[in-house]
């Protein structure tokens, strides 16, 4: 099944833990990006990787930070997890140099 | 700055009523449009694109450069529409996608 695919779909944590987000894309795009989708359902970029490159960081806290072991993959690794960070994080993918972006099913993060 | 406007936070129609979703932006250069959708617990996804000028599930949506918009229509709304609908831009080197807030769109029987 061709998708991109993020792991876990539900996550509860506590304030002040340390958590990671998978994502994993089999389409063989190149580029790879994480967006968060506040309680408003904003949706805002946060971060994209080109073939384990990062091209964007969108000032995002430090705490975040992203890893991308390969092109298939780009992980969302978040320290000392705050109230705030409780969001919908979407994962998404597109082949080198195309603006259509193909969406995870998202990982829906609550912070107690 | 690179901004997209969706004045409506809930538009609700009545099913078969025509449906016109309203989408702004603003953008130094020739960005790309598209509208892309999040139905009920489903993932976002692509609906349209202004370059390919094709009709999806009946929806259209029109580049006006002059006004800076992309609303997306429909002539006759269907319950099965009922979703959240994003307009959203893409320009420059790096392809990100800046998105509007979202309009819900509800079709009621």
């Known amino acids: 099944d061709t998708a991109v695919s993020q792991t876990p779909k539900y996550l509860v944590t506590q304030m002040g833990n340390d958590k990671s987000i998978k994502c994993e894309q089999n389409?063989?795009?190149?580029?790879m990006y994480w967006y968060k989708q506040d309680s408003k359902k904003f949706l805002k970029i946060m971060f994209s990787?080109?073939?384990?490159?990062?091209?964007i960081n969108e000032t995002v806290p430090n705490r975040f930070s992203p890893k991308s072991p390969d092109k298939a993959h780009l992980n969302l690794h978040i320290n000392s997890l705050e109230l705030g960070d409780s969001a919908v994080y979407f994962c998404?993918?597109?082949?080198?140099?195309?603006?259509?972006?193909?969406f995870g099913p998202g990982t829906r993060l609550t912070v107690t | 700055a690179q901004r997209v406007t969706q004045p409506e936070k809930l538009l609700s129609v009545f099913k078969g009523a025509p449906v016109e979703l309203k989408c702004n932006y603003s953008?130094?250069?020739?960005?790309?449009l598209f509208w892309y959708v999040q139905y009920s617990r489903q993932r976002l996804q692509l609906l349209l694109r202004?370059?390919s000028r094709e009709s999806i599930k009946g929806f259209t949506a029109d580049l006006n450069k002059g006004e800076t918009s992309f609303h997306l229509k429909k002539p006759f709304a269907q319950e099965e529409d009922s979703a959240m609908y994003y307009c959203?831009?893409?320009?420059?080197?790096?392809?990100?996608?800046?998105f509007g807030t979202g309009t819900l769109l509800a079709v009621q029987p």
């Open positions: 202004h370059i």
């Open positions: 389409l063989g795009h190149d580029t």
């Open positions: 990787y080109n073939n384990k490159e990062l091209i």
């Open positions: 953008y130094s250069g020739s960005p790309e």
């Open positions: 998404a993918s597109s082949p080198l140099g195309s603006y259509e972006q193909y």
């Open positions: 959203a831009l893409s320009g420059g080197a790096t392809n990100k996608l800046i």
